[in-house]
């Protein structure tokens, strides 16, 4: 909240109240950030100050007489913004104060008698660095916007890419939806498969699914892009002559928000019929049940073979296709919200390599944060080991935005009512 020169307060967002006189692009691109390094930036302290002085200002407001009922009202909004961000700041402080005593103590006990207490001090400290990470990791989240659609469930679709010989690409397809699939249980979202067009030799040609839960695209929104494979092939001539093979395959993920309102007239739509190629035993291979959809205007084709059903596919490929259109929006919305990000983590786009998954080297590769992680089995098992990679791109994007958003600040100019 601003208090102008007519006694009248604005409300404002957290991140814009104050000037600084940044170079977050350079110190960034020198600096493999984390939470931890950010808040050590001299500038980011001086803000938190700010904000930390503003909260305490707007308290201080809220107790006098002299505010009417709508400043009342603006000020209470602007306090609950503010809370947890000031007590957020005053416990890391309070952490830094107390590793600052653990260390001077620490300098002081160098005797054998005492070695016992340096060990426990040392215990005392490292406890207190990663309350210190953790809590830094949480103060960044409140300064961050929340996204509009981090919280929407999502479509995923996986697609299979081309090589210059053998199934890995298809192979690869398959256990990447397999590792997704794997992380909706290891998350508790419900995983429900829209269509399966498995390959000949057991891999995967395309295949998509509808994920629901709590925070699904905010958790998969950086998962789309293109993903690269490099393996010997474990059958054929490259496999003998122990031939490294590249192969690529796409995941695209598209938020679905729980109500899409896409008008679509049902003269643009050509809808075919035929039978299903995935798993679900006879029936889907007597009866033409599986769907196709294809939106004239638009070209956007989409296919549903999850029921047997055919006017239950008809519907499930009917919503996705309203979801694929309602796509075009949110991309353009996302383009103008993130651009900074965007430049950094990628646009998200189908043909962005965005992953290497080296099997050779056992060693999986994001190219955007340049981070490494070894034992390709574990992050495609879909759990634990994945989850820690897309909790560091979650924290590389929010420390971006962040520093997005401090480079831009201006102070607000002051003037009249």
Not at 187 to 206: C, M, Q, R, S
Not at 279 to 296: C, E, P
């Amino acid at each position: 909240v601003g208090l102008h020169n007519c006694g009248f307060w604005r409300p404002k967002s957290l991140l814009d109240t104050a000037r600084f006189t940044l170079s977050f692009n350079s110190w960034h691109r020198k600096n493999h950030q984390d939470s931890r390094a950010l808040w050590k930036h001299e500038a980011v302290q001086k803000y938190l100050e700010t904000l930390s002085k503003e909260y305490q200002q707007v308290s201080r407001l809220l107790n006098a007489d002299s505010i009417n009922d709508f400043e009342q009202r603006t000020l209470r909004r602007r306090c609950a913004d503010l809370s947890p961000i000031a007590a957020a700041f005053q416990e890391i402080k309070e952490a830094e104060r107390e590793v600052q005593e653990l260390e001077a103590m620490c300098r002081e006990l160098d005797s054998r008698d005492e070695k016992q207490l340096l060990e426990l001090a040392l215990e005392e400290k490292e406890t207190l660095n990663k309350k210190i990470n953790m809590r830094c990791r949480k103060l960044f989240q409140l300064l961050v916007p929340k996204e509009k659609y981090d919280r929407s469930h999502v479509i995923l679709e996986v697609t299979a890419g081309r090589t210059t010989g053998g199934d890995i690409c298809q192979q690869f397809t398959k256990e990447m939806f397999e590792m997704y699939q794997n992380y909706a249980d290891y998350k508790h979202w419900t995983f429900d498969v829209v269509n399966y067009t498995p390959a000949e030799i057991g891999g995967l040609h395309h295949a998509a699914a509808h994920i629901s839960g709590d925070d699904v695209y905010r958790h998969l929104k950086y998962e789309g892009g293109t993903h690269r494979v490099q393996r010997i092939p474990e059958t054929g001539l490259s496999s003998r002559m122990q031939r490294i093979h590249t192969g690529t395959m796409s995941v695209i993920v598209l938020p679905q928000p729980e109500e899409v309102d896409v008008k679509v007239d049902p003269k643009d739509l050509r809808i075919d019929t035929f039978r299903a190629k995935g798993a679900g035993g006879q029936h889907v291979n007597k009866t033409d049940s599986a769907v196709r959809i294809v939106h004239l205007p638009t070209g956007l084709a989409v296919e549903c073979q999850q029921e047997r059903s055919q006017l239950l596919n008809k519907e499930i490929a009917l919503r996705t296709l309203k979801a694929k259109l309602y796509q075009q929006v949110i991309e353009k919305q996302l383009s103008q919200e993130q651009s900074a990000r965007k430049l950094q983590l990628g646009t998200r786009a189908q043909a962005e390599r965005i992953r290497t998954y080296n099997f050779t080297q056992d060693r999986v590769t994001d190219h955007r944060i340049s981070y490494d992680a070894r034992n390709i089995k574990e992050i495609l098992s879909g759990k634990e080991a994945l989850d820690k990679l897309i909790n560091r791109l979650l924290e590389f994007a929010e420390i971006e935005a962040v520093t997005e958003y401090l480079e831009n600040l201006q102070a607000l100019e002051g003037g009249g009512c």
